[in-house]
């Protein structure tokens, strides 16, 4: 993507400096260790600045490379696939996800993972699968955690029969649950591409839109740009802190669809950008138009967005959708669209604006003292037409 000064995009420079001195007083309050963030208007990068420390203990700043486990933020990756196969004729939203995997045939619901088991009132569809409607649990939740439903030891096809042995907590299109569906559909992926996810996922979206530093381990010398987790007492410490037990500097036995990635501010900026222009980028194009606008909508039912309180809805994107007044996230014009990462990242689209934000850091708690909000406000408060 090509840079531009803020000025030539109507923004002000000077109040851009204003998010990165907020950026280094949450470094210097230790609320965060570093992080590296960037926006994007009218398709040129006008910001891209690294604060603070990759680690503490090694001194190493941040840079531009720097990586960050993005999280969640996979699972908006994955759903674009998922789209790029709808639009090649090879599912369709309406597919039961029995059709590809077999095991879902077979799932009971047991309301809210008590009481006596039963068949669903229907199948799962790939469509539940992407809204979370599917009735199916977090990785973190009891359930799961009980029942070992996801390792980053395991395959994709032991992945499947954990998730389809455990019950449904409520029959398919009922609720938004948020999930594991994104790595199911990752699994799903690998059945209709005949490709493993993980390859299909570098060669027909991140090596085209040339997100060259985005993968699902780091090796080599990128080890060394990798940025450190670190946790926050409440007492103020800080202290490094390994989520997982199969960690990002090795490669993994699971591929997932809904938390797999690592990536940089500069990548997950293109990925966003993507977006904006309809599916398209530097002259490649992933999605049609028509396709990009349906899956950057709400698509939950009116009760059901009702019932997540009626301002953010959630598309078939794996992203919030601002519908309505009254979101209190980073997320605040009616028709913008983002997501984020459990360990401190966030990108958010806005159409009106032409702009497209990325805040990198690693970090729990993942968003300390409303960071996410005050730095994007900072942005805004940047754009002068």
């Known amino acids: 993507m090509p840079r531009a000064t803020p000025e030539s995009v109507g923004m002000s420079g000077d109040r851009l400096q204003a998010a990165t001195a907020l950026l280094r007083q949450f470094v210097a309050d230790r609320k965060i260790i570093g992080a590296v963030a960037a926006v994007a208007r009218r398709g040129k990068v006008v910001y891209h600045e690294p604060v603070g420390l990759q680690s503490l203990e090694s001194k190493a700043p941040m840079t531009e490379a720097s990586l960050f486990r993005v999280y969640s933020m996979t699972k908006a990756v994955t759903a674009v696939g998922v789209m790029m196969l709808v639009e090649e004729g090879k599912l369709r939203l309406a597919d039961p996800a029995s059709k590809y995997l077999p095991e879902f045939k077979n799932v009971k619901v047991q309301e809210g993972g008590t009481g006596a088991a039963r068949p669903p009132a229907r199948e799962i569809t790939v469509q539940d699968l992407l809204l979370h409607t599917s009735g199916l649990s977090h990785r973190t939740s009891e359930l799961y955690r009980q029942r070992q439903v996801r390792s980053r030891n395991i395959g994709l096809p032991q992945f499947v029969t954990n998730i389809t042995g455990a019950p449904l907590l409520e029959d398919p ?59 926050r007492g409440q007492d103020g410490s800080v202290a490094p802190f390994e989520i997982e ?8 036995a699971l591929m997932e669809g809904a938390v797999g990635l690592v990536s940089t501010a500069g990548d997950f900026l293109r990925f966003g950008q993507m977006l904006l222009n309809k599916g398209q980028l530097d002259g490649v194009r992933l999605l049609s138009a028509a396709t990009t606008d349906s899956i950057t909508k709400n698509g939950l039912s009116d009760p059901i967005l009702q019932v997540r309180g009626g301002a953010v809805g959630w598309g078939l994107g794996n992203v919030d959708v601002v519908v309505g007044p009254g979101s209190r996230g980073y997320l605040t014009t009616i028709g913008e669209y983002g997501w984020d990462g459990s360990a401190g990242t966030f990108f958010a689209v806005d159409p009106s604006r032409e702009l497209v934000v990325t805040l990198m850091t690693q970090n729990l708690p993942a968003n300390p003292d409303g960071l996410r909000q005050k730095f994007k406000a900072a942005v805004l408060q940047s754009i002068l037409d």
Do not use: C, N
């Open 245 to 252: 037990e199969v960690p990002f500097t090795q490669k993994p």
């Open 173 to 231: 299109g009922t609720r938004f649950r948020y999930s594991e569906a994104t790595t199911v559909l990752g699994a799903l992926i690998e059945v209709v591409a005949r490709q493993s996810f993980d390859v299909f996922v570098v060669e027909r979206i991140l090596k085209p839109l040339g997100m060259s530093h985005t993968t699902f381990w780091v090796e080599g010398e990128a080890r060394q740009r990798l940025a450190t987790v670190y946790q």
